[in-house]
């Protein structure tokens, strides 16, 4: 079955951190790969996708994530977290054919909690 | 660019009545709408796929009956939550698909999503 997997339920880290929000999949065939984030009470906001080409993707925010086909693994990464940066995130993953074709396969999401 | 507004965005209503919530493509053509429905700190599950001009595509368990949904237009697909109960009170957010323009047809843009509560 196609699933993605968020490892974490929740990271901390301190502001100005670094920062890391895990995610694999397990979809055949090089899907589209995306990270959206969530505030509360509001809808899901486009932060970045890989198609292909380049294994780091930058988006919005200053965010960036690493594709890794031999892991099939695409982390989101911030090289320093803002408290502003606090919410719920989520990988997703598109298959390019097959029966979910063109719909988004999410990860359980992961909160990101960045202190002070 | 890509702008998706729902409408309303938040509705409380009586058990056994209908509920209609609107999905808006702004700036841009959505030849395919989808519909998601998300429990407080769960991840989305996708409700079905609506495909301008045409029949929306449920997923396995959801009840076409009791959420119906119409995308009459390029801009607007409408999800309308039948004879509520108060277990369909939850956060139903759609996303739309640039499918006309060609600028990012695989990336779907979402709603700000609408909370249900049905007393």
């Known amino acids: 079955a196609q699933s993605v997997a968020q490892p974490e339920d929740q990271v901390n880290v301190a502001e100005g951190n670094p920062l890391t929000v895990k995610c694999t999949y397990s979809v055949s065939g090089n899907p589209y790969l995306f990270w959206y984030v969530q505030y509360p009470n509001r809808g899901l906001q486009f932060l970045l996708k890989y198609i292909t080409g380049d294994n780091l993707v930058k988006g919005s925010y200053g965010f960036e994530a690493e594709f890794n086909k031999s892991q099939t693994s695409f982390h989101l990464k911030k090289p320093s977290a803002l408290v502003s940066d606090s919410a719920l995130y989520f990988c997703a993953v598109s298959p390019r054919w097959g029966n979910n074709t063109g719909k988004l396969i999410f990860g359980q999401g992961t909160t990101l909690q960045v202190k002070p | 660019g890509a702008v998706v507004s729902q409408h309303p965005s938040w509705v409380i209503c009586k058990s056994g009545t209908s509920v209609k919530i609107e999905c808006r493509s702004l700036?841009?053509?959505?030849?395919?709408m989808f519909w998601y429905r998300q429990f407080p700190k769960k991840s989305l599950m996708l409700m079905a796929t609506s495909n301008e001009g045409s029949k929306a595509t449920y997923e396995q368990g959801v009840e076409k009956d009791k959420f119906l949904i119409n995308h009459a237009s390029l801009t607007l697909s409408t999800l309308t939550v039948t004879s509520a109960h108060p277990e369909d009170s939850s956060f139903y957010i759609c996303?739309?698909?640039?499918?006309?323009?060609?600028?990012?047809?695989?990336?779907?843009?979402f709603g700000p999503g609408t909370r249900l509560t049905v007393l």
């Open positions: 996303s739309a698909r640039d499918g006309a323009s060609g600028r990012a047809p695989d990336t779907q843009y």
């Open positions: 700036d841009f053509q959505a030849t395919t």
